[in-house]
T-cell receptor
Framework: EAGVTQSPTHLIKTRGQQATLRCSPI?????VYWYQQALGLGLQFLLW???????NRGNFPPRFSGRQFPNYSSELNVNALELEDSALYLC???????????????FGDGTRLSIL | AQSVTQPDIHITVSEGASLELRCNYS??????LFWYVQSPGQGLQLLLK??????LVQGIKGFEAEFKRSQSSFNLRKPSVHWSDAAEYFC???????????FGAGTRLFVKA
């Protein structure tokens, strides 16, 4: 079974640009989660999508947004990039939580976003 | 609301020695509990989970964890650490019937020869 895949592996941008990160969940998983892991700050919850809708959002500004497609893959968009956005962005997927509450999340290897 | 605390930011153990990583949670009832491991440059891998039943849970890579309701703890253990176990370990808690999983800040494990 293929795991969660994220692309690109690395992304280098400059301040003010926009970044798009992509995630494909495990087959059969409908929930997708995004996390930011900045150096020394642990895992910060960004967004949760389920069945194409945003279900929950962490404490991040609106320039962090995303969407989930009909095939359950997801995009994370970060606009007006700032230096502090440099981090590893992790995507995770799980079974639909409305029927399988709090199923374990399965993680991809992340996208390393560097802002110059 | 649930919360989780990992009191140790980093721990160093000798190869072959035993290991215990601490995790304390806050939740009004019995939560769902998880341990994840993150090797450098990689995502998080699920080591084990506790939903109900036997309070001693076996996981992958020789790890186990024990749920202690009276202490609100879910400590991770391994009898003999290998150099390849050097990584960051995250404890996580979820509320049964709820939709959110909260991750601890992580404990970095260093293994010395």
């Amino acid at each position: 079974e293929a795991g969660v895949t994220q692309s690109p592996t690395h992304l280098i941008k400059t301040r003010g640009q926009q970044a798009t990160l992509r995630c494909s969940p495990i087959s059969g998983h409908t929930s997708v989660y995004w996390y930011q892991q900045a150096l020394g700050l642990g895992l910060q919850f960004l967004l949760w999508y389920d069945e194409g809708e945003e279900r929950n959002r962490g404490n991040f500004p609106p320039r962090f947004s995303g969407r989930q497609f009909p095939n359950y893959s997801s995009e994370l968009n970060v606009n007006a990039l700032e230096l502090e956005d440099s981090a590893l962005y992790l995507c995770a997927s799980s079974l639909e939580v409305r029927f399988f509450s709090n199923q374990p999340q399965h993680f991809g290897d992340g996208t390393r976003l560097s802002i110059l | 609301a649930q919360s989780v605390t990992q009191p140790d930011i980093h721990i160093t153990v000798s190869e072959g020695a035993s290991l215990e990583l601490r995790c304390n949670y806050s939740y009004g009832a019995t939560p769902y509990l998880f341990w994840y491991v993150q090797s450098p440059g990689q995502g998080l891998q699920l080591l084990l989970k506790y939903f109900s039943g036997d309070t001693l849970v076996q996981g992958i890579k020789g790890f186990e964890a024990e749920f202690k309701r009276s202490q609100s703890s879910f400590n991770l253990r391994k009898p003999s650490v290998h150099w390849s176990d050097a990584a960051e370990y995250f404890c996580a808690v979820g509320a049964p019937g709820g939709f959110k999983t909260i991750f601890g800040a992580g404990t970095r494990l260093f293994v010395k020869a």
